[in-house]
């Protein structure tokens, strides 16, 4: 089992050597490839890295909703700790099973992409609201209908009554974002995973949402798993960070300790490339792309597009290496780590 990095935190969720494959009549993806990390109570993770990398496909995994019977968990463990001496291995179960049906939605719960493709735009907003809150709490339609109008109110939406009535397609981008949270939130869950939940909003819109995932976060004492390619998002809102490449952690750290001092050559040409004010001239980008997940490589996966690489890194895959209170995948730091 992985070394937590919160040591001085009770585990909410660990994850545990994870690898989940597609098998396609292309071939085999190893979509997620023996990924190991820890999200502690009342604590935030951040998974960061290009699209691609397995981010979405880690998130619906760990609700069992991976593309069924595509996807399949080759191997590892997804440890739940629900109470004090309750643990359940969410890998081990049924996709189907009754208790992934009450834990999923329930206990943790997930805001997806796009809003307006997760909204019914037939149904009323109330209505949706209303059958999420039934499904997991056995209270009668009219209680549903005042905690739904609470959900709205705790997410900021002006004049939740009517919202209720009102379909998707009549509010904007960013109200429909906040029903999304206020539907995720709605049963108070132990964990709340958002999948590049700002990405379709403008910086103003993203601001209020991020601080609106913050806040809440606090006043529920809730443990937050944020995915997103955007760093500036991760600076904001995370206490740890998990930077994923092939389907791979390539480097774990604080947030802090990531900003001030990133290892991984990956890691790094993420943080050149991010656009500045302060930055005159072209912008700095990782050159090559992301390999085709079909294409099977020998030694690291980042080793072509790697201004650092040596022909070691060409021919064996480097492990995760402890280094002051991280880990870093990368043969560079070698010979001072620990495996």
């Not at 660990?14 to 993806?29: C, E, K, R």
């Not at 997620?32 to 880690?58: H, Q, R």
């Not at 995973?193 to 913050?214: C, Q, S």
């Not at 090559?288 to 597009?305: D, H």
Request: charged share 25%.
């Amino acid at each position: 089992m992985s070394e937590s990095l919160f040591n001085n935190s009770k585990k909410l969720i660990n994850v545990d050597n994870l690898a989940v494959y597609f098998h396609i009549p292309q071939g085999t993806v190893k979509a997620v490839d023996g990924i190991s990390f820890d999200i502690a109570k009342g604590k935030s993770l951040g998974i960061v890295g290009e699209s691609g990398c397995g981010k979405t496909i880690t998130a619906l995994t760990m609700m069992l909703l991976h593309p069924h019977p595509e996807a399949k968990i080759e191997n590892g463990n997804i440890n739940f700790y629900r109470h004090e001496n309750d643990m359940i291995n969410l890998a081990s179960l049924n996709v189907h099973s009754k208790i992934i049906r009450k834990i999923r939605g329930n206990e943790i719960a997930m805001i997806f992409q796009e809003p307006m493709m997760s909204l019914n735009p037939v149904h009323k907003i109330g209505d949706q609201l209303i059958e999420v809150i039934r499904l997991h709490q056995k209270i009668s339609k009219s209680n549903a209908r005042k905690v739904a109008l609470d959900s709205l109110d705790m997410v900021k939406i002006s004049a939740p009554s009517q919202r209720m009535n009102e379909y998707p397609f009549q509010i904007s981008g960013g109200m429909r974002q906040r029903v999304m949270i206020a539907m995720a939130l709605c049963c108070k869950p132990k964990l709340l995973i958002a999948d590049e939940p700002t990405t379709a909003l403008d910086v103003t819109i993203e601001a209020e949402i991020l601080k609106l995932i913050k806040d809440l976060q606090k006043d529920l004492d809730m443990s937050l798993m944020m995915i997103t390619h955007d760093l500036g998002v991760i600076g904001e809102v995370t206490d740890h960070v998990a930077v994923m490449y092939v389907g791979k952690i390539v480097e774990k750290a604080s947030t802090k300790d990531l900003f001030n001092e990133p290892l991984h050559p990956y890691t790094q040409g993420l943080f050149k490339s991010r656009p500045e004010i302060k930055i005159s001239g072209r912008l700095e980008s990782i050159k090559g792309a992301v390999p085709s997940p079909y294409e099977v490589t020998e030694g690291c996966s980042f080793a072509p597009r790697c201004d650092f690489a040596m022909p070691l890194c060409r021919s064996k895959s480097p492990k995760l290496i402890r280094l002051d209170g991280r880990e870093v995948s990368c043969w560079k730091y070698a010979e001072q780590g620990e495996l």
